[in-house]
């Protein structure tokens, strides 16, 4: 099963306009939870572009397990809902897991973006 905090790669194609493109990594936002009782994962894609945007968050290198070869961002304004079954056709494959508390940094990033009040 795919699990929260998960590094996965993924393929966005097809894709639109601004839309992240081509096959790439990904962190799994959604809970386990979730991953468990349906056939979808909630991402948001890893970039290796050197911009400095507010919503691009750096991740320690290396991952974990050295599966990124590259000084990578989390994109936390580009969130997707995607089938992670083989008829999905979007051939998710696990390539490593972010520790707790950087995953919860990232999170943390993700919901100021949606500004929302509890």
Not at 56 to 64: A, H, M, S, T, W
Not at 106 to 116: D, E, K, S, T
């Amino acid at each position: 099963m795919i699990k929260q905090a998960d590094i996965v790669t993924v393929d966005f194609e097809p894709s639109k306009g601004h839309e992240i493109q081509k096959r790439r990594p990904a962190l799994v936002m959604s809970r386990n939870e979730y991953n468990k009782s349906t056939p979808l994962i909630i991402v948001c894609p890893i970039t290796s572009t050197q911009r400095n945007r507010p919503f691009l968050i750096p991740l320690k290198q290396p991952v974990k397990d050295g599966t990124l070869d590259k000084q990578s961002k989390v994109n936390t304004i580009q969130v997707y809902s995607l089938d992670s079954t083989k008829q999905g056709g979007r051939n998710v494959q696990v390539i490593g897991h972010l520790d707790d508390d950087e995953f919860y940094v990232i999170a943390q990033y993700l919901m100021q973006n949606f500004n929302f009040k509890f």
